[in-house]
T-cell receptor, first 114, second 112 residues
Framework: AQSVTQLGSHVSVSEGALVLLRCNYS??????LFWYVQYPNQGLQLLLKYTTGATLVKGINGFEAEFKKSETSFHLTKPSAHMSDAAEYFCAVSGGTSYGKLTFGQGTILTVHP | DAGVTQSPTHLIKTRGQQVTLRCSPI?????VSWYQQVLGQGPQFIFQYYEKEERGRGNFPDRFSARQFPNYSSELNVNALLLGDSALYLC???????????FGQGTRLTVV
């Protein structure tokens, strides 16, 4: 079985500040890890993914995440927040016999203040 | 190229009724998955189909069923609707079942 825990259901930052959204996972097999963003009343858009190889993954819109196996973490960061980053962010895991099944965290709502 | 398309975008049903949601995957994608997203929560996996075969099923009652057609489009059916079935239903497609998933905009189902 796999699971994802996102620490902090709400994160608030000022425009230009560092964004850090935390994700810890549990998986009995090598995981594939994903971050998705969801804007109100819309579907999910993939920000970035880790499958194998380099543990620091760069995604769209200036976001990046680092896979740390020893800490079972995959935290999402962005050096400088923009107002357009305000949205809900979901961390997800898949792998093993359930490659096609994504298990999502509860989500973190990011608010960006001017 | 068109992305994943879902229809309808919104619908309202009465308790006890049945509903069918439709999904067209990205051209060339052979796998379709369905997720339920209740307000304030992350999406929950319902089904995955690959090459018209069910590959996985989440922890949902038998009232939920799905199928995939020869053109790889898919339908999700929910019978005997309950108030708790109110949610955003998301469809995702991928080239194969274990590659990157692309999501549609979802169908917002309200059960009254």
């Amino acid at each position: 079985a796999q699971s994802v825990t996102q620490l902090g259901s709400h994160v608030s930052v000022s425009e230009g500040a560092l964004v850090l959204l935390r994700c810890n996972y549990s998986s009995s097999v090598p995981p594939y890890l994903f971050w998705y963003v969801q804007y109100p009343n819309q579907g999910l858009q993939l920000l970035l993914k880790y499958t194998t190889g380099a543990t620091l993954v760069k995604g769209i819109n200036g976001f990046e995440a680092e896979f740390k196996k020893s800490e079972t973490s995959f935290h999402l960061t962005k050096p400088s927040a923009h107002m357009s980053d305000a949205a809900e962010y979901f961390c997800a895991v898949s792998g093993g016999t359930s490659y096609g099944k994504l298990t999502f965290g509860q989500g973190t709502i990011l608010t960006v203040h001017p | 190229d068109a992305g994943v398309t879902q229809s309808p975008t919104h619908l309202i049903k009465t308790r006890g009724q049945q509903v069918t949601l439709r999904c067209s995957p990205i051209s060339g994608h052979k796998s379709v998955s369905w997720y339920q997203q209740v307000l304030g929560q992350g999406p929950q996996f319902i089904f995955q189909y690959y090459e018209k075969e069910e590959r996985g099923r989440g922890n949902f009652p038998d009232r939920f069923s799905a199928r995939q057609f020869p053109n790889y489009s898919s339908e999700l059916n929910v019978n005997a609707l309950l108030l708790g079935d109110s949610a955003l239903y998301l469809c995702a497609s991928s080239f194969e079942g274990n590659t990157e998933a692309f999501f549609g905009q979802g169908t917002r189902l309200t059960v009254v």
